[in-house]
Protein backbone atom coordinates (compact mmCIF):
# COMPACT_ATOMS: atom_id res chain seq x y z
CA UNK A 1 0.00 0.00 0.00
CA UNK A 2 1.11 3.25 -0.39
CA UNK A 3 2.82 4.91 2.60
CA UNK A 4 0.46 8.58 2.34
CA UNK A 5 -2.82 6.56 2.12
CA UNK A 6 -1.77 4.42 5.50
CA UNK A 7 -3.69 5.63 8.93
CA UNK A 8 -1.25 7.71 10.71
CA UNK A 9 -1.65 10.26 13.72
CA UNK A 10 -0.20 12.07 16.50
CA UNK A 11 0.24 11.11 20.06
CA UNK A 12 -0.40 13.84 22.54
CA UNK A 13 3.62 14.43 24.27
CA UNK A 14 3.45 16.83 26.68
CA UNK A 15 7.78 17.73 26.56
CA UNK A 16 7.77 19.06 23.11
CA UNK A 17 11.13 20.43 23.35
CA UNK A 18 12.87 16.98 24.37
CA UNK A 19 13.57 14.17 22.05
CA UNK A 20 11.14 11.30 23.13
CA UNK A 21 12.91 8.76 24.47
CA UNK A 22 11.23 4.83 23.62
CA UNK A 23 9.99 4.80 26.92
CA UNK A 24 8.25 8.36 27.25
CA UNK A 25 6.81 7.33 23.59
CA UNK A 26 5.50 3.67 25.47
CA UNK A 27 3.66 5.61 27.91
CA UNK A 28 2.62 8.47 26.26
CA UNK A 29 0.83 5.73 23.73
CA UNK A 30 -0.35 3.96 26.68
CA UNK A 31 -2.28 7.17 28.35
CA UNK A 32 -3.45 7.86 24.47
CA UNK A 33 -4.72 4.45 24.36
CA UNK A 34 -6.30 4.53 27.89
CA UNK A 35 -8.00 7.63 28.00
CA UNK A 36 -9.83 7.01 24.13
CA UNK A 37 -10.58 3.13 25.34
CA UNK A 38 -8.01 1.37 22.80
CA UNK A 39 -6.22 -1.66 23.67
CA UNK A 40 -2.24 -1.22 23.22
CA UNK A 41 0.34 -4.11 23.18
CA UNK A 42 4.32 -2.95 22.71
CA UNK A 43 5.43 -5.67 20.40
CA UNK A 44 8.83 -4.08 20.08
CA UNK A 45 10.59 -0.78 20.84
CA UNK A 46 9.35 0.82 17.48
CA UNK A 47 6.15 -0.95 16.67
CA UNK A 48 2.66 -1.71 18.94
CA UNK A 49 -0.85 -3.18 18.01
CA UNK A 50 -3.30 -0.70 18.46
CA UNK A 51 -7.08 -2.76 18.43
CA UNK A 52 -5.37 -5.70 16.72
CA UNK A 53 -3.41 -3.18 13.98
CA UNK A 54 0.07 -3.22 13.83
CA UNK A 55 1.64 0.54 14.14
CA UNK A 56 5.10 1.65 13.40
CA UNK A 57 6.29 4.22 15.99
CA UNK A 58 7.86 7.22 15.25
CA UNK A 59 10.05 9.80 17.50
CA UNK A 60 10.88 12.78 15.76
CA UNK A 61 10.62 16.57 14.76
CA UNK A 62 6.67 17.21 13.36
CA UNK A 63 7.28 18.98 9.82
CA UNK A 64 6.14 22.52 10.44
CA UNK A 65 6.29 22.96 14.22
CA UNK A 66 9.46 25.01 14.04
CA UNK A 67 11.46 22.00 16.16
CA UNK A 68 9.13 20.16 18.21
CA UNK A 69 9.34 16.65 18.75
CA UNK A 70 6.42 14.63 18.60
CA UNK A 71 5.37 10.82 18.71
CA UNK A 72 3.61 9.45 15.49
CA UNK A 73 1.95 6.23 15.07
CA UNK A 74 1.55 5.10 11.02
CA UNK A 75 -0.19 1.75 10.44
CA UNK A 76 2.47 -0.61 8.91
Same mark, same amino acid.
Given at each position: ? +??? +??????? *? &??N??? @? *?????? #?????? &????? /? #??? $??????T????? $?? @??? &?? /? +?? *??SR /?? &? /???????
Open positions: M +LKF +LKKAFWV *P &YESTA @Y *PTVEKA #HQAIAE &YCDEN /G #HTC $VFSSADVIIDD $VE @YEI &YR /G +LE *PG /GN &Y /GIKCREK
